[in-house]
């Protein structure tokens, strides 16, 4: 195994071990579910509060899709119908929804921050 192989095994292993298991929302915890997704990135199903991510993701792709993600998390938790409401009341609740989060999940905001880092392979 050369230098290169090396260093992106342990970026791969980096990776791996600052997935998350879930997302609290209050007092309801949204599941995490990594697999190989065709047709997208992440998938959230707001019946049974489980989110897949594809697990190939990294970086600011991992990043924008968690965010994608967490906007309709939101939206599920506070029964917004968004075709109902104005865009005021759902930036409200989508500002709150994030506060709400980022609060209560420590281990989220280490990892999302983490996908700014420059990694080398």
């Known amino acids: 195994m ?3 192989d090396c260093l992106k095994k342990v ?3 980096t990776w791996a071990s600052m997935k998350i ?3 609290s929302y209050g007092k309801k915890k949204v599941k995490i579910e990594y697999t190989i997704l065709k047709d997208n990135y992440g998938l959230y199903d707001p019946n049974t509060h489980i989110l897949q991510l594809d697990k190939r993701l990294k970086g600011l792709k ?3 899709t968690l965010m994608h993600e ?3 998390i939101i939206i599920g938790m506070n029964g917004i119908n ?3 409401r104005g865009e005021e009341p759902i930036a409200q609740a989508v500002g ?3 506060e709400k989060i980022f609060k209560s999940n420590p281990k989220l905001r280490k990892l999302l921050n983490n996908c700014f ?3 080398k392979g």
């Open 62 to 64: 991992l990043f924008n």
């Open 2 to 4: 050369d230098r290169g």
């Open 96 to 98: 709150t929804g994030y």
């Open 21 to 23: 298991s879930y997302i």
């Open 70 to 72: 967490m906007f309709h």
């Open 117 to 119: 880092v420059k990694r």
């Open 11 to 13: 970026i791969d292993t």
């Open 82 to 84: 968004v075709n109902e």
